[in-house]
């Protein structure tokens, strides 16, 4: 150190606050830099995970044809099909994972109508809440669980018609039960839409189900299903207006304005 060079002369404190301070907002901005590429690691990570259980899941859709095997001629119309989920759930208020979008699964058999259940009545049955409008329907429900729980775990029976498990439903004119056994639909237009054909149209989500749908991953499932479509795929636009010509020839198998709970010998 030669006279008068001060490059290894303490500072003094005043300055070391000042430099500091001076540092401080570079040092933050590498943290939040450091922070950012951090997270967007982690979030290439995820989707490098996804998209990798994804072609898993895909290579056997596209190597057996896009799927599960065509339904054949002599499947039954209504299996005992496996209800361990996926499940279709919402938020009801406080209440996560609730099936049936709160609805009361036995006041469908009993009333015949769907009613929503009671917030502090509840049951927890395969991971998921049920809400019920009274401790009677509760108790019953317990007793019982298999013969009042939706097929296909609450979803669309029309998606499912289709592989794709996709929206719900329980409200009123979104379910009909067929030979004692519930199914709920997305909105009226899909019951309708169902109801064109429904001895094949049961045996085709029964099937999907089977085979394809339960104990997946819904919404992979559900994605690849929406690009890797089944063989009696149709749109929405063209169901519609399929159920317009038959209602106007008055062919629908069920006319608007029937009770819910379609004849058991349909």
Known sequence: M??????????PRSECRSRAAADAPREAHSHQQAGRHKGRRRFLEAGAAGLATAAGLAAPLLLSGCGAPPVAPNAPVQPDSPNDGPFRTTTQGTHQRVMLEGHDAVAYFARRAAI???PGITSNHRGVTWLFESEQNRAE???SPGKYMPQFGGFCSNGINYAIPWGGGGAENSWRIYRGKLYVFGGQKARDHFEM??????KRAHHYWNVEVAGSNALLTRS???V??????KSDAALQAEWEALRAAGKLPVMPGQPQVVPSGL
């Open 141 to 143: 429900f317990e007793r």
């Open 197 to 202: 054909d429904i001895e094949t149209n049961l």
């Open 2 to 11: 030669t006279p008068g060079d001060d490059r290894l002369r303490p500072l």
């Open 224 to 226: 690849l299903r929406l």
């Open 116 to 118: 929503a259940g009671q």
């Open 228 to 233: 890797l479509r089944v063989p009696h795929y």
